[in-house]
């Protein structure tokens, strides 16, 4: 599976069962559901559905409402089927400044809902705030579309860049969206310059790429998400690095300092062994913090989170590399690391990513129960 995550947006032409399944087995890691269109009784079934494939095919897949506007009374309603269905993230359309957001999570908090929050950026205003909007939203979506009538069209490549650019700074997922495949709502392939784009999204290291009407009233919406996964595979292994110096990473926290060096015993590690066999990282987390700071270096290597926060497995689906697995044996998160817990976690990981005897991994976990949720810990590890 490609380390980039792929959105798919579910209509008429997607909405039963089997396609839905098929989706999720083509490599969609989250379903966007467009509060624009259809009514919320259809969205509420369609979620259901949703539900349902998952139980199905046995894997994890996120759960996305984009909300059209911000009108007070339209807003609640939609609120009260996001909180019913307990999806996973909502973004908001029409952003102009963080106030918008702010108001947001006020109506929100009424209910007591705490959604992911991905701000759409598609109008000047965006653009001209969006420092402080990106400083309160959870996560970014470049809205290419309604961007690109908002501002000159040739300028929409360089904010696209710029923005993954910051997100990547900051650790927060990005989603670059509109109009990647558009042609193969009707055809079985691609142009190809379609294929570049997608591939130039890859290059920019975004956390997601989005299908809109290729998968929502599209003739072949699985092809579409399997031509996803072949472009973002390829480009994911021939890009470079990502550029350090360029992105100014900062690190503040323990948790992003220990990140780091994991990342850096990998990048060493393809110099000074003639056959690389580190397969993975492998991440131990209550709150997803060590797998985002990881995530946000775009290692060439899967990040197996391990964790029994139920929520926060569905949430994962949105950050690059992230495979997360969800450990119910734990009552809670806060267990003190000892060699036994860690064998259990190695034993997780092996099965659900098929990792074989003599490949390593780099562990990546808290062994103090003081300091919860604080990663201390890279244990080379083995497979045995």
Same mark, same amino acid.
């Given at each position: 599976?490609?380390?980039?995550?792929?959105?798919?947006?579910?209509?008429?032409?997607?909405?039963?069962?089997?396609?839905?399944?098929?989706?999720?087995?083509?490599?969609?890691?989250?379903?966007?559901?467009?509060?624009?269109?259809?009514?919320?009784?259809?969205?509420?079934?369609?979620i259901k559905k949703i539900k349902k494939a998952i139980i199905e095919t046995k894997t994890t897949v996120g759960i996305l409402l984009d909300f059209p506007d911000l009108n007070f009374q339209p807003t609640l309603r939609?609120?009260?089927?996001?909180?019913?269905?307990?999806?996973?993230?909502?973004?908001?359309?029409?952003?102009?400044?963080?106030?918008?957001?702010?108001? $947001? %999570?006020?109506?929100?908090?009424?209910? #007591?809902? @705490?959604?992911?929050? !991905?701000?759409?950026?598609?109008?000047k205003e965006s653009l001209k705030n969006f420092d402080s909007i990106l400083d309160i939203a959870d996560g970014i979506m470049v809205a290419r579309g309604d961007l690109g009538e908002a501002i000159p069209i040739e300028e929409v490549p360089y904010y696209q860049k710029e923005i993954i650019k910051k997100c990547i700074q900051k650790g927060k997922p990005v989603v670059t969206a509109t109009q990647m495949l558009l042609s193969m709502v009707n055809n079985q392939k691609p142009t190809r310059a379609e294929v570049s784009d997608v591939a130039n999204a890859i290059l920019d290291y975004t956390d997601a790429i989005m299908l809109s009407e290729?998968?929502?009233?599209?003739?072949?919406?699985?092809?579409?998400?399997?031509?996803?996964?072949?472009?973002?595979?390829?480009?994911?292994?021939?890009?470079?690095?990502?550029?350090?110096?360029?992105?100014?990473?900062? $690190? %503040?926290?323990?948790?992003?300092?220990? #990140?780091? @060096?994991?990342?850096? !015993?990998?990048?060493?590690?393809?110099?000074?062994?003639?056959?690389?066999?580190?397969?993975?990282?492998?991440a131990v987390t209550e709150d997803g913090t060590n797998v985002k700071m990881l995530s946000r270096f775009r290692p060439n290597l899967p990040i197996l989170s391990i964790t029994c926060n139920k929520k926060l497995?569905?949430?994962?689906?949105?950050?690059?590399?992230?495979?997360?697995?969800?450990?119910?044996?734990?009552?809670?998160?806060?267990?003190?690391?000892?060699?036994?817990?860690?064998?259990?976690?190695?034993?997780?990981?092996?099965?659900?990513?098929?990792?074989?005897?003599?490949?390593?991994?780099?562990?990546?976990?808290?062994?103090?129960?003081?300091?919860?949720?604080?990663?201390?810990?890279i244990r080379m590890q083995e497979i045995i």
């Open positions: 599976m490609a380390l980039t995550k792929i959105i798919a947006t579910i209509g008429p032409g997607s909405e039963d069962l089997s396609t839905i399944s098929n989706l999720i087995k083509a490599g969609a890691n989250v379903f966007r559901l467009n509060l624009k269109h259809n009514n919320l009784d259809w969205h509420q079934n369609v939609r609120l009260s089927l996001a909180t019913k269905e307990e999806v996973d993230f909502i973004a908001l359309s029409l952003i102009k400044t963080k106030k918008d957001i702010e108001n $947001f %999570k006020k109506w929100a908090q009424k209910i #007591s809902f @705490s959604p992911t929050i !991905l701000a759409k950026i598609e109008t290729e998968t929502a009233i599209g003739k072949y919406p699985i092809e579409a998400v399997k031509t996803m996964q072949r472009i973002a595979q390829f480009w994911e292994q021939k890009r470079p690095a990502v550029p350090e110096i360029e992105l100014n990473f900062e $690190f %503040k926290d323990q948790n992003s300092m220990l #990140s780091y @060096s994991a990342y850096q !015993l990998w990048r060493s590690s393809l110099s000074f062994y003639q056959e690389n066999n580190i397969k993975a990282f492998v497995v569905d949430q994962l689906c949105l950050i690059y590399g992230a495979h997360p697995i969800y450990f119910k044996e734990y009552k809670n998160c806060h267990l003190k690391r000892n060699l036994n817990e860690i064998k259990k976690e190695i034993l997780l990981a092996k099965k659900y990513y098929n990792l074989k005897k003599g490949d390593k991994v780099i562990f990546l976990y808290s062994e103090n129960i003081e300091k919860l949720g604080k990663a201390n810990v």
